[in-house]
């Protein structure tokens, strides 16, 4: 049982818009930052988004992340093919004193 | 451009013990930390814990606490862990991940490339 959760799977048609949330607690989304990560089948898993909204050098601006609260929203607009993947958020939970990640999101482009 | 490389798959017996390394090379090691991950097939990321690159200090996540040790060589830039006690549901790949410990987030900006652990009698 994951600390944050995440939708199982979302689902939208080429160049439509997706969002994916990511829900926690006060202990871990609500008071600390959020990134997100992209995990192409197969392969090592990717940094999309930290700090809940910054895109690291080579990410597009297709994607973007925002925070309220107790929960973090992961966007995907222009979706493509290339986007199928396992999306994660993961923060940090001051109570565990750990690094809690979320159950994942499978994005599928119809 | 920073690399992490692996070592690679492992297949070891219910009780043993696995040692993977990680290579670091493109950054000034000691200013990072390494954090490891690991992925069950079908499954989620499961962080085990942080190692800084500077002085060593680590943080073990709790379901690890006794049976994880991580540790680093300065002098290759490489980054360890051995993992204790092995059962069948430590089979996953093990990644390790560049991570600068920053408080109140999570930051892995580079990844290896994954290393598959078999547990199997």
């Known amino acids: 049982q994951s600390v944050l959760t995440q939708p199982p799977s979302v689902s939208a048609a080429p160049g439509q818009k997706v969002t994916i949330s990511c829900s926690g607690s006060?202990?871990?989304?609500?008071?600390?930052?959020v990134s997100w990560y992209q995990q192409l089948p197969g392969t090592a898993p990717k940094l999309l988004i930290s700090?809940?909204?910054k895109r690291p050098s080579g990410i597009p601006d297709r994607f973007s992340g925002s925070k309220s609260g107790t929960s973090a929203t992961l966007g995907i607009t222009g979706l493509q093919t290339g986007d199928e993947a396992d999306y994660y958020c993961?923060?940090?939970?001051?109570?565990?004193?750990?690094?809690?990640f979320g159950g994942g999101t499978k994005v599928t482009v119809l | 451009q920073v690399q992490l490389v692996q070592s690679g798959a492992e297949v070891k017996k219910p009780g043993a013990s696995v040692k993977v390394s990680c290579k670091a090379s493109?950054?000034?090691?000691?200013?990072?930390?390494i954090s490891w991950l690991r992925q069950a097939p079908g499954q989620g990321l499961e962080w085990m814990g942080w190692?800084?690159?500077?002085?060593?200090?680590?943080n073990y996540a709790q379901n690890f606490q006794g049976r994880v040790t991580m540790t680093t060589d300065t002098s290759t830039r490489t980054a360890y862990v051995e993992l204790r006690s092995l059962r069948s549901d430590d089979t996953a790949v093990y990644y390790c991940?560049?991570?600068?410990?920053?408080?109140?987030?999570?930051?892995?900006?580079?990844w290896g490339q994954g290393t598959l652990v078999t547990v199997s009698s």
């Open positions: 991940a560049r991570d600068p410990g920053v408080a109140r987030g999570v930051i892995l900006d580079y």
């Open positions: 493109g950054y000034t090691f000691t200013t990072y930390g």
């Open positions: 190692i800084s690159g500077y002085n060593g200090n680590t």
């Open positions: 006060s202990s871990n989304i609500g008071n600390n930052y």
């Open positions: 700090e809940n909204n």
């Open positions: 993961a923060t940090w939970d001051s109570s565990l004193s750990a690094e809690v």
